[in-house]
């Protein structure tokens, strides 16, 4: 700061005191500061000495100080013309200056209030632009139409297809869902050998929910032999359970529907808890638990245990 108030240039361009001590605590004093300690191997007073000589303070400036206005006028408009391609920008606009600087001036430039704010006026701008959204026109037609024209089937191009002969044929049945002779459009419904149609209220209906109004006769039948079946595995379920003893609940976990095993611990008469401490040496307890298959020689045991009782 003391440097800069002696300073004629910089005291032109940052005339008050404020300024001038917050241009003097940017990076590249801090970093001329480390430089300096770190020459003198980190001896503090011999720095320090060495920042203030003779002739009067160090003053260190970055690019933001040593570009002029009208410097930062023309990198401004270049940098809107062409973007972040710094070196069209040095080539066009700004050729005196070296590469590194205008990067270093650029990563310096957005951090001011000024690139701030064409930020912002920039995003305005976009927000106030009218937007154009092309929707095109739909007009792909179904494939379950019946078209007709006065009962007949209508002609495409003059040439009569082989769906329209389809479709002929479907002229004069009725609607399989709610029965009606009568719609101003009919759709084709199911397999082609059927030849079953929709009306256009129940052709709604159906492509919302997936159903019929009134279901045929072939949905009444497979339903009534679907419940059978879906109720054999339960009652068969419930049978099992009651033969078994269990309590039929439904908790709503997986875990409920596992049948629970009954507890069970071993109860030894006196007799055996005797000949374990009795007969140790036949017996060896922990070879035998090593070997749970191989069975026990309990005719040794008795015999061992009537010589002492």
């Known amino acids: 700061t003391f440097a800069r108030a002696l300073d004629c240039s910089s005291s032109v361009r940052q005339p008050s005191l404020h300024m001038s001590a917050a241009a003097a605590s940017r990076d590249i004093t801090l970093f001329h500061a480390m430089d300096t300690l770190h020459k003198h191997n980190y001896d503090l007073s011999s720095a320090i000495s060495v920042l203030v000589p003779l002739g009067g303070p160090v003053l260190c400036r970055d690019e933001m100080e040593e570009w002029s206005a009208s410097e930062a006028?023309?990198?401004?408009?270049?940098?809107?013309?062409?973007?972040?391609?710094?070196n069209d920008i040095r080539q066009d606009f700004l050729p005196w200056k070296s590469l590194t600087s205008i990067i270093e001036y650029y990563?310096?430039?957005?951090?001011?209030?000024?690139?701030?704010?064409?930020?912002?006026?920039?995003?305005?701008?976009?927000?106030?632009?009218l937007k154009q959204v092309y929707i095109p026109t739909y007009n792909k037609p179904n494939p379950n139409q019946i078209s007709s024209n006065n009962g007949k089937p209508a002609a495409v191009n003059g040439a009569m297809g082989a769906s329209y002969q389809a479709q002929a044929s479907l002229i004069g049945r009725a609607c399989e869902s709610c029965y009606t002779p009568q719609s101003h459009q009919w759709y084709s419904w199911g397999p082609p050998n059927m030849q079953c149609r929709l009306c256009a209220s129940c052709w709604i209906y159906w492509k919302k929910y997936g159903g019929l109004k009134m279901p045929t006769q072939t949905d009444e039948d497979k339903l009534s032999s679907s419940q059978p079946t879906e109720e054999s595995p339960v009652r068969t379920h419930m049978s099992r359970q009651a033969m078994q003893g269990t309590p039929v609940r439904n908790t709503g976990s997986p875990k409920s529907a596992v049948k629970t095993r009954q507890a069970f611990f071993l109860h030894t008469t006196c007799w055996t808890k005797l000949a374990r401490q009795v007969c140790k040496n036949t017996l060896r307890l922990r070879q035998a638990a090593r070997r749970p298959f191989v069975p026990i020689n309990c005719a040794a045991i008795k015999a061992e245990c009537k010589m002492f009782f």
């Not at 430039?109 to 930020?119: A, E, I, L, P």
């Open 107 to 129: 990563y310096m430039w957005k951090t001011t209030d000024r690139y701030v704010q064409q930020k912002r006026l920039k995003a305005a701008e976009a927000e106030s632009k």
């Open 73 to 86: 006028s023309l990198f401004e408009e270049a940098l809107e013309k062409y973007g972040k391609d710094f």
